[in-house]
């Protein structure tokens, strides 16, 4: 658990950093957020963390807490203060406090509250992460999910009937029965002729830093990426299948609603992928 949070212009202990109860973050969700992971005491993918998050602030109208050097000056400091080598940084922008109503003032002061974790270490460039199971639910989010917000209770409601469910994540189905992304993650399958899919970027998911990385990749491995929907029986009937997220990274998939994947162990696509990450990121133990 992070010890030093920053809320607002202090660091402060973490069982005693709070906001006001009339921040629009709470009461409407109105608030944007990112989770960037730290690897060796590095931030992976940090640009295009904050890439996104000027992109949700400005399609929500929120102006940035500050400057965006500061805020990573701030960033490194939480990191430091916490003594993280592996985990995560988790930061959150608020539309700010005012009084509760539903419209909004465009003059409002942001709230910024950042705070950062610890995780196991990680393993190296040679082994991908163990295999999870995964199930699906539909879809039932609202229909800008390409902006970064707080507002997660469908995607909290997924996740834990996967776990109900004896799985790692929950694959969302839209209405027209493909696969958009997973809970808190997104998702691919690699099909016979060893070509990746995933679904294209637009209204109806996030576009992932980790998904940018593996695209981009992907084209210096010479990887096909086919950025189209795919059913859950396409699913089911893959060679492999991957997560990507910012906490995972690559995270290789044996089962789909109980059907086996390939072979349930093969994932020399993924594996590909994982390991270029790993290298381009120069991530050591």
């Given at each position: 658990m992070?010890?030093?949070?920053?809320?607002?212009?202090?660091?402060?202990?973490?069982?005693?950093?709070?906001?006001?109860?009339?921040?629009?973050?709470?009461?409407f969700a109105d608030a944007v957020y990112e989770v960037c992971g730290i690897r060796g005491g590095k931030m992976l993918d940090e640009e295009a963390h904050l890439n996104r998050l000027d992109w949700s602030l400005g399609e929500l109208q929120i102006p940035w807490p500050m400057a965006r050097r500061a805020l990573q000056v701030i960033m490194r400091e939480v990191i430091r203060r916490n003594h993280i080598r592996h985990g995560m940084i988790y930061l959150q922008v608020s539309r700010g406090q005012a009084r509760r109503t539903h419209a909004f003032s465009k003059h409002m002061t942001p709230s910024l509250v950042i705070t950062a974790t610890s995780t196991s270490r990680p393993q190296n460039a040679q082994t991908l992460p163990q295999a999870v199971s995964v199930i699906t639910r539909p879809d039932i989010r609202w229909q800008r999910v390409d902006i970064k917000t707080v507002a997660l209770l469908p995607n909290s409601l997924a996740r834990h009937a996967a776990q109900e469910a004896g799985a790692r994540e929950a694959w969302l189905i839209d209405g027209e029965g493909k696969v958009t992304e997973g809970s808190s993650s997104n998702a691919w399958i690699v099909d016979q002729q060893n070509r990746v899919h995933t679904h294209p970027i637009n209204g109806r998911i996030l576009n992932g830093t980790v998904r940018q990385a593996l695209i981009r990749l992907a084209q210096k491995e010479g990887i096909e990426i086919i950025?189209?929907?795919?059913?859950?029986?396409?699913?089911?009937?893959?060679?492999?299948a991957f997560l990507t997220s910012s906490n995972a990274l690559v995270q290789p998939i044996d089962q789909i609603d109980g059907h086996k994947i390939g072979n349930g162990s093969q994932s020399e696509v993924s594996q590909q992928l994982w390991r270029a990450y790993y290298i381009e990121n120069q991530i050591a133990p």
């Amino acid at each position: 658990m992070s010890r030093i949070a920053y809320v607002n212009g202090h660091y402060c202990p973490h069982n005693r950093a709070a906001i006001h109860i009339e921040d629009r973050g709470y009461q409407f969700a109105d608030a944007v957020y990112e989770v960037c992971g730290i690897r060796g005491g590095k931030m992976l993918d940090e640009e295009a963390h904050l890439n996104r998050l000027d992109w949700s602030l400005g399609e929500l109208q929120i102006p940035w807490p500050m400057a965006r050097r500061a805020l990573q000056v701030i960033m490194r400091e939480v990191i430091r203060r916490n003594h993280i080598r592996h985990g995560m940084i988790y930061l959150q922008v608020s539309r700010g406090q005012a009084r509760r109503t539903h419209a909004f003032s465009k003059h409002m002061t942001p709230s910024l509250v950042i705070t950062a974790t610890s995780t196991s270490r990680p393993q190296n460039a040679q082994t991908l992460p163990q295999a999870v199971s995964v199930i699906t639910r539909p879809d039932i989010r609202w229909q800008r999910v390409d902006i970064k917000t707080v507002a997660l209770l469908p995607n909290s409601l997924a996740r834990h009937a996967a776990q109900e469910a004896g799985a790692r994540e929950a694959w969302l189905i839209d209405g027209e029965g493909k696969v958009t992304e997973g809970s808190s993650s997104n998702a691919w399958i690699v099909d016979q002729q060893n070509r990746v899919h995933t679904h294209p970027i637009n209204g109806r998911i996030l576009n992932g830093t980790v998904r940018q990385a593996l695209i981009r990749l992907a084209q210096k491995e010479g990887i096909e990426i086919i950025e189209s929907p795919f059913t859950p029986e396409e699913a089911y009937n893959a060679k492999e299948a991957f997560l990507t997220s910012s906490n995972a990274l690559v995270q290789p998939i044996d089962q789909i609603d109980g059907h086996k994947i390939g072979n349930g162990s093969q994932s020399e696509v993924s594996q590909q992928l994982w390991r270029a990450y790993y290298i381009e990121n120069q991530i050591a133990p």
